[in-house]
């Protein structure tokens, strides 16, 4: 759900990814498990910032040791300034499925990371890539479903036509990764946070920071509940609880998020007087677009080739949902409306080019779909009633894009698993400090969410974000200043007057 694989992916930018290696199919090697190797970093280190790298081994299935082996990654980015503090902050990825970004590229974006977070000075900062994300051996990517994503950019408005040809690449998909030897029984959240505990030990850290944004928040979740020792704080940035039932709140989640914007809309300068009735707009523009779609060219990134999406009004909603979640809709979804008032498709060009690189597994953020679904449909998708999501989806359907059509639902179908654990969903209590950050227009992990989260955790402090949506730390220069103020302190409230001073 956080979100749904593919509708994670539009607007996204994509990984290519590998099934698996040599070492990921042999079983361990002599000696005991796990294990911890330091290696020459994999990527150039700029001037001024220091790293260590390294790979640590642990069985596929921890109560076998003997068996296969999984390979992550591990880079240990050193505090940009004096001396490191003995608590470092762990990082912990959404989805579930969404890489660390410790390859050569993604590694970029960190380095802009440990020079402008400042809660982050002072700190090293740990990049925990997740077994079967990324550049972990097996990596879970559905090659199969980037494969297909072009047929898919053809059909979008056809959405029962594209649900079948990605349930259909999904299953071929798991089919692969069985036939690989594969027990993708062992890639959920239990067997993560076994790594998580074994990475500590590895490392000799007698206590660290978990910092997790979405499906990451829920892990660090289970972190406290079943290792919770040298766990000295907690940020969760877009929390998503494991007691939520979140296909059922997924279609109402969209429209409340809307409904929001419209009225921060009347709140911010810019955006009020660009459109002072932006619900007006929104849907005077949708119904224009599914008449007159925007025909939008943008490069095939495989070839340089030109290739031409018509934007609908379907389109519209999705692009700005996107926008809901990772960007300022405020200002994004006027910048889109101009474009289509003004017939200028150069505006929506870097939003359309990613919704291609997505579909086609590019660039550096993709999905690992078996990862994804390995999770979700053992931990999540059993748990919510087919027949209620399908009702509410109609009763909330006037925010309804491309990634809602493709719900996980029908994908699960062809994910069979284990029987759902009814433990999984339980409520998770601790006393660990926490900060919890929810923002006022995630249309992914709702405030609801935030709300819930807080009232199970006595020691955490819950900071609702006006005006922005999903994964805070990213976004909000108030956030970062009150997870400085958080980490240094965990116990005391931290001062929330930079939210009155709007952003």
């Not at 660009?274 to 119904?287: C, D, M």
């Not at 690189?357 to 994804?372: A, C």
């Not at 956030?479 to 965990?490: D, H, K, Q, R, V």
């Amino acid at each position: 759900m956080i979100g749904n694989s593919l509708s994670r992916a539009i607007g996204a930018l994509a990984f290519a990814g590998i099934l698996a290696s040599p070492v990921s199919a042999a079983t361990a090697a002599a000696g005991t498990l796990p294990q911890y190797e330091a290696a020459e970093c994999w990527f150039p280190v700029p001037k001024g910032q220091k790293a260590e790298c390294g790979y640590m081994t642990v069985a596929e299935n921890h109560a076998e040791p003997d068996g296969r082996t999984v390979r992550l990654p591990v880079v240990v980015i050193k505090a940009s300034a004096g001396k490191s503090k003995a608590d470092p902050v762990v990082f912990l990825t959404g989805g579930p499925g969404q890489p660390i970004g410790a390859d050569k590229d993604g590694i970029k974006n960190w380095w802009l990371f440990a020079n402008f977070w400042p809660w982050m000075k002072g700190r090293d900062l740990i990049l925990f890539e997740q077994r079967g994300n990324g550049m972990s051996e097996p990596n879970l990517n559905c090659t199969e479903a980037d494969a297909r994503g072009m047929d898919m950019l053809r059909s979008l408005e056809d959405s029962v036509r594209v649900r079948e040809i990605y349930r259909q690449a999904i299953a071929e998909c798991r089919t692969r990764l069985i036939g690989a030897g594969i027990d993708l029984n062992l890639y959920g959240t239990r067997e993560t946070v076994k790594d998580l505990t074994d990475l500590r030990h590895l490392l000799g850290i007698k206590q660290w920071n978990l910092h997790g944004v979405s499906y990451g928040t829920r892990l660090a979740l289970a972190a406290m509940r079943d290792a919770p020792e040298g766990i000295r704080s907690v940020i969760l940035d877009s929390p998503y609880p494991p007691e939520v039932r979140a296909y059922e709140s997924q279609a109402a989640g969209v429209e409340e998020a809307f409904q929001k914007l419209f009225k921060a809309c009347d709140r911010n300068r810019y955006c009020h007087r660009r459109y002072p009735n932006l619900e007006h707009a929104i849907f005077e523009q949708i119904e224009w677009l599914n008449v007159r779609p925007l025909p939008v060219t943008v490069s095939d990134p495989r070839n340089g080739q030109p290739f031409t999406i018509d934007v609908t009004g379907r389109a519209l909603v999705e692009l700005t949902r996107w926008a809901l979640a990772f960007d300022d809709a405020r200002y994004a979804l006027p910048a889109y409306l101009d474009a289509v008032s003004s017939v200028d498709p150069a505006i929506l060009e870097p939003a359309v080019a990613g919704m291609v690189d997505g579909y086609l597994g590019l660039g550096s953020d993709d999905m690992s779909e078996g990862k994804y679904f390995a999770v979700e449909c053992v931990e999540e998708v059993p748990f919510n009633d087919a027949a209620r999501v399908q009702e509410l989806r109609i009763k909330h359907h006037r925010f309804a894009g491309f990634g809602y059509q493709l719900e996980d639902l029908s994908a699960c179908s062809a994910w069979p698993s284990e029987a759902p654990d009814a433990s999984l969903k339980a409520p998770i209590k601790s006393d660990i400090p926490t900060l919890i950050l929810s923002g006022e227009l995630d249309p992914i992990t709702p405030v609801e969410y935030g709300r819930i989260t807080a009232s199970r955790l006595p020691n955490s402090h819950l900071v609702e974000v006006p005006g922005l949506g999903h994964s805070l730390l990213s976004n909000s220069k108030c956030a970062i200043e009150i997870a400085g103020a958080f980490l240094n302190n965990p116990k005391a409230a931290p001062s929330e007057s930079c939210l009155k001073q709007g952003e």
